[in-house]
């Protein structure tokens, strides 16, 4: 390939080798169309390589508008519907990959290697005659007077140059660093003068600090089964305590949904009542230790640091009505406020991004910019944790192919 492309004629020059972008290339040349995608990183699709603990957990088979957040979920609706949770399925069934359905529709390749989702797209690009340029980082997208783009990008050291009918920006969000991490799609959105909806961390740990810093990071590896709520939203996951605060799905899940300074309420024992429980000793005599009744459905770490608040050496029988409530009210709302989320380089996406109202529903192309389209995670429509911003990912990249 030569080093400026600057003559060279394409349909679409894709900026992002992604999830996204991986999808747009193939479903293009799949048309007969010609691209070429830019891609910072030595290897395409560096996020879905890590994704999942490296299993990637491609989609989710309960996938609706409900599960992302965003100013307008209801814009999904065109792009979801276009490449729906089926197709996605039966796409990678048809290059060999089988799914199998984990804890809430979430689906992992049979083979558990993200590695094998990548090789699909990469032998792909190579059927239908798709062009990538690895290590290759798009600058700045110029409109010409006569409505082509003209692309600048840096490789090997030097400015080079790419024209293109059309530009697909599918350069992802600001997690992770180490993985490439770009505000290239708003910087771009914000040169053609499209809004940009505020961004922040998602799917993200939360950070404890002050006085109650010690008490969570004496539980680190401690995992429970809890409800976590706050004004917004709740989920019933696991959270992970750590030596720096709160992980663990339910707590990643609910990131999308909290803002600096809000208290989350965490049910520790979301299937039961302790107060019946409670009841229930105290009709068979109540000889035991509230560390007993706890340690049915705790670690003994959790219950001795529950110890703080709760009178855990008090047989059942002797607890008062306050202790009584007062150990409902711990276990049932146990409510902390969090410094902060862990930021972008513990984030597993970005919410926020491009307003969807900035583009046209179902073609993703900018009402602004004739040939701009904009797709996956730079868009303002953030996915639930477990799959659901890969259906986003593919889903945009199919519906943009259509129009290039």
């Not at 293009?28 to 999942?52: F, Q, Y």
């Not at 105290?282 to 608040?309: M, P």
């Not at 007062?326 to 862990?342: E, G, L, N, Q, Y």
């Amino acid at each position: 390939m030569t080093n400026n492309l600057r003559h060279t004629k394409y349909d679409a020059v894709i900026i992002g080798g992604g999830a996204c972008g991986l999808m747009c290339a193939v479903q293009a040349g799949k048309r007969g169309k010609r691209t070429l995608v830019l891609e910072r990183n030595d290897r395409p699709g560096a996020k879905i390589l890590i994704s999942g603990g490296g299993r990637c957990n491609y989609t989710n088979l309960h996938t609706s508008v409900a599960n992302f957040v965003s100013a307008e979920p209801a814009f999904a609706h065109s792009v979801l519907g276009q490449w729906t949770v089926a197709d996605t399925i039966r796409f990678f069934e048809q290059y060999g990959i089988t799914g199998k359905e984990k804890t809430l529709g979430q689906l992992f390749p049979v083979s558990n290697k993200a590695k094998h989702v990548v090789d699909v797209f990469v032998n792909l690009l190579r059927q239908y005659d798709q062009e990538m340029l690895l290590n290759s980082n798009a600058i700045v997208v110029d409109r010409r007077a006569d409505g082509h783009f003209e692309v600048s990008y840096e490789s090997d050291g030097n400015v080079r140059y790419v024209d293109a009918a059309s530009v697909v920006i599918a350069s992802g969000g600001l997690p992770v660093a180490k993985l490439g991490a770009s505000d290239f799609a708003l910087r771009t959105a914000r040169q053609f003068g499209m809004e940009i909806i505020a961004t922040a961390p998602a799917l993200v740990p939360l950070a404890i600090t002050g006085k109650d810093a010690d008490w969570f990071a004496a539980l680190a590896g401690n995992s429970v089964y809890c409800r976590v709520a706050n004004e917004r939203a709740s989920f019933e996951e696991n959270i992970l305590f750590t030596h720096w605060g709160l992980s663990g799905p339910a707590i990643l899940q609910l990131s999308s949904y909290w803002r600096p300074g809000e208290a989350i309420v965490i049910d520790l024992l979301p299937d039961r009542s302790i107060e019946q429980l409670i009841k229930e000793q105290r009709q068979t005599g109540g000889a035991r230790l509230v560390r007993q009744l706890l340690g049915d459905f705790y670690s003994r770490r959790l219950v001795e640091s529950l110890g703080k608040f709760l009178p855990i050496d008090t047989k059942i029988a002797s607890l008062s009505k306050a202790d009584a409530k007062r150990i409902a009210t711990t276990i049932h709302r146990f409510t902390v406020t969090p410094a902060s989320d862990k930021g972008y380089d513990k984030a597993e996406v970005m919410r926020g991004g491009v307003a969807t109202h900035e583009l046209v529903p179902g073609t993703l192309e900018a009402k602004r910019v004739q040939g701009l389209y904009f797709g996956g995670e730079g868009v303002d429509m953030t996915g639930w944790l477990g799959g659901y911003n890969f259906q986003w990912a593919w889903a945009s990249g199919y519906v943009i192919a259509q129009s290039i």
